[in-house]
C-alpha cells in the first residue's frame, strides 16, 4: 500500500521546542518529533523495548541508543 503526502498527519505543532516556519507556523523540531515518537512507541509496548523497537523499524541498540541520548538532555 502506498502512502501519498495528502493522507499523513499535520505536523504543524506548538510547544517551547517549536522553530518558526516561513509562513509563520510552528513546526516541531524532527528531534523534538522522534522523541515523542519512542515514548509513544515504548509506552504503547508495555516498556518492552524489543517490541517498540520492532515498530520503530530499529534495532533494540539504536533504541536503546537514542533513549539514553534523550534522557540525558534533560
Do not use: C, W
Request: glycine letters at 6%.
Amino acid at each position: 500500500m502506498e502512502v501519498t503526502p495528502a493522507q499523513l498527519p499535520s505536523m504543524s505543532v506548538q510547544s517551547e521546542n517549536s522553530a518558526t516556519g516561513s509562513e509563520g507556523d510552528e513546526i516541531a523540531r524532527f528531534d523534538e518529533m522522534e522523541r515523542r515518537a519512542i515514548e509513544r512507541a515504548v509506552a504503547n509496548a508495555g516498556g518492552n523495548i524489543a517490541a517498540a523497537a520492532e515498530k520503530l523499524g530499529l534495532s533494540r541498540a539504536t533504541l536503546y541508543r537514542k533513549l539514553h541520548q534523550y534522557r540525558s538532555r534533560t
